[in-house]
């Protein structure tokens, strides 16, 4: 079946640091991809998305590019901030079927 | 809008009770799903609706798992009986379904704890 597969957390990192999360997929079709984020206490929320090869997604500094050929939609972020403390989740939502696979997470914590 | 609503937000109960879990979903979504989150096996689906009607329940983990929606602003997921490997957090979310990359939106979730 469809899978998702992240890097190992927890990722901490300073302030201003550049950031990248793995993200890669395993499905039968061609899937849109999204990054979801929780923050402490909250339920997800969709950061961003791309629906075809090579789109990017982009969203308050964050960035992911579709890589078809990688299968991969790894999440970017040039200069992070501790306000970007949080879990951070890979999904796929297969053509035609509504619901999402999710990664299993990856904690991210910003030092000042 | 106010988001997804669930309610309670914290539940503790004792093994063997019934514990009933509440959503109501964006108005105007056609979609609501509940999905389970712990810490050995993730965030996983649990059961989706569309219109009101259950459209995959793979993911309901045993037959003391169930869940309805008898109308388009109201659904629960029911425990009965409750154990304590149910501990986790459930989460409902909607979308509104006019596309398969539409977003879904989560509510805050509720943390169940089974003693």
């Known amino acids: 079946g469809d899978s998702v597969t992240q890097m190992e957390g927890p990722v901490t990192l300073s302030e201003e640091a550049f950031l990248t999360i793995n993200c890669t997929y395993t499905?039968?079709?061609?899937?849109?991809l999204f990054w979801y984020v929780q923050y402490p206490g909250e339920g997800l929320q969709l950061l961003l998305k791309?629906?075809?090869?090579?789109d990017k997604g982009s969203n308050k500094g964050f960035e992911a590019t579709y890589r078809k050929e990688t299968t991969s939609f790894h999440l970017e972020k040039g200069s992070v901030q501790v306000s970007d403390s949080a879990v951070y989740f890979c999904?796929?939502?297969?053509?035609?079927?509504?619901?999402?696979?999710f990664g299993q997470g990856t904690r991210l914590t910003i030092n000042p | 809008d106010a988001g997804v609503i669930q309610s309670p937000r914290h539940e503790v109960t004792e093994m063997g009770q019934e514990v009933t879990l509440r959503c109501k979903p964006i108005s105007g979504h056609d979609y609501l799903f509940w999905y389970r989150q712990t810490m050995m096996r993730g965030l996983e689906l649990l059961i989706y609706f569309n219109n009101n009607v259950p459209i995959d329940d793979s993911g309901m983990p045993e037959d003391r798992f169930s869940a309805k929606m008898p109308n388009a602003s109201f659904s629960t997921l029911k425990i009965q009986p409750s154990e304590p490997r149910d501990s986790a957090v459930y989460f409902c979310a909607s979308s509104s379904g006019a596309d398969i990359t539409d977003t879904q939106y989560f509510g805050p979730g509720t943390r169940l704890t089974v003693l």
């Open positions: 999904a796929l939502s297969d053509q035609g079927a509504q619901k999402l696979v």
């Open positions: 791309a629906t075809k090869a090579d």
């Open positions: 499905a039968t079709g061609y899937p849109s």
